[in-house]
């Protein structure tokens, strides 16, 4: 054998030895955890994830979580929390570092939040990463259909891929409940899927106590998590009730400025169509006498799919009076509310703004008693006008 040929196969060798014996290293991990929870879906997931960790946690065990929503998080079981630095794109393989961390921690219970997107990145995700024994889709809805889709069949084909092999798979509502089963039979998995009137059994009394705007189907996700373990439910609830909200989570932001009260509806998270409808419906039975209303698009250039589907989404909704456009590419939003608006309203371009400008703007043309509802995109500019208005809202300039 020529030398270079022995020293190609020598080197292959070692990086066969080398991963095998990682793998194996892994395998050991994953052995000390008595649950891995694996919480995937298309919105709520970062919610969802902090909401399980509550629950659990109120029983004693301890219960690391990692979030990879607006800004991604390590949820310690103490209840600490730290933001995850990243060099270069995330990759799904940053899910064995963390695990190695929370085993060296002492946690009893990791859950964590799906961080991939292409089928087959949630297959290895599950399948070779967490293994887990209780799977989450907390819904099935259109987004990342460049991805996932491109219809919605395609993107619940796509999270299934994500199911547990011999374990439990819990869902929220859906039309997709007999591929759910038929997948789940496939794996050998438990499917315990929710139904729409089973949300309805937590109370607004119990949700007007949490310190943030959470949603019931939320709640009663992670409280089934929470009961299919042996958690009770009053308990468990009760330590949800002190969760730290997401950053960049469904928020308001009441803002009294030189003579001027307005409210900030934060719902950019939500960047899929049939969510951030059913935000804007809540929001308009929550706050009532703040009857001028304002929406304001964060787009992105490299979105334009959800600058499409967000557009013909609200193009026609009844109850707004104007549209702001604010980020990159708001010639592309632009151009879509013209095609899918049949409303004459004024359409306020504001691409080149500063945060001071948009404030400063937002003050010249708002009449008292508004609400500027902002959707989109919660990175970036979403993220940093969400914090700027946030800090508007606990002063009062008179």
Not at 64 to 90: C, H, L, Q, V
Not at 214 to 221: A, F, I, Q, S
Not at 285 to 311: A, V, W
Not at 331 to 355: C, G, M, R, T
Request: aromatic residues 10%; charged residues 25%.
């Amino acid at each position: 054998m020529k030398p270079n040929a022995f020293l190609f196969f020598l080197i292959i060798l070692i990086l066969l030895l080398y991963y095998t014996f990682e793998y194996f290293l892994h395998n050991q991990t994953l052995k000390k955890f008595k649950h891995r929870i694996h919480v995937n879906g298309t919105r709520g997931k970062s919610s969802v994830t902090r909401l399980i960790r509550a629950g659990l946690s109120a029983t004693g065990m301890a219960v690391f979580a990692k979030t990879t929503g607006t800004m991604a998080r390590m949820i310690f079981p103490d209840g600490s929390e730290e933001s995850i630095s990243r060099f270069g794109k995330p990759s799904i393989l940053e899910q064995i570092k963390i695990l190695k961390k929370a085993k060296r921690m002492g946690a009893e219970i990791v859950v964590l939040e799906c961080m991939a997107l292409e089928p087959r990145y949630q297959w290895a995700s599950e399948g070779q990463i967490l293994k887990s024994d209780i799977g989450v889709i907390t819904n099935i809805r259109e987004d990342h259909l460049e991805v996932m889709g491109p219809e919605l069949t395609d993107v619940a084909k796509s999270l299934l891929s994500g199911c547990p092999a011999k374990g439990t798979l819990i869902t929220g509502p859906t039309e997709f409940e007999s591929l759910i089963t038929n997948v789940c039979k496939d794996r050998k998995s438990k499917p315990i899927l929710i139904q729409e009137e089973s949300i309805h059994t937590i109370s607004d009394e119990e949700m007007r106590k949490f310190s943030y705007w959470e949603h019931k189907e939320n709640v009663y996700l992670a409280l089934q998590v929470c009961e299919t373990l042996g958690v009770d439910r009053n308990m468990a609830l009760e330590a949800m009730w002190k969760v730290n909200p997401d950053p960049g989570a469904l928020s308001v932001s009441p803002i009294h400025f030189f003579g001027k009260e307005f409210i900030y509806v934060n719902a950019m998270a939500a960047n899929d169509p049939d969510s951030t409808k059913m935000i804007w419906s809540s929001a308009i039975d929550r706050y009532p006498q703040y009857n001028k209303r304002y929406i304001l698009f964060h787009t992105r250039d490299d979105r334009p799919e959800r600058s499409r589907q967000l557009t013909k989404e609200f193009a026609n909704w009844e109850g707004y009076d104007a549209v702001i456009l604010i980020g990159s590419s708001t010639s592309l939003a632009f151009k879509y509310l013209k095609a899918y608006s049949k409303k004459d309203i004024p359409i306020f371009v504001w691409e080149h703004l500063s945060l001071d400008g948009i404030f400063e703007s937002l003050l010249s043309i708002l009449p008292k008693q508004s609400m500027v509802f902002g959707i989109g995109n919660i990175v970036g500019l979403g993220m940093e006008l969400s914090l700027y208005l946030k800090n508007r809202s606990e002063q009062t300039n008179e």
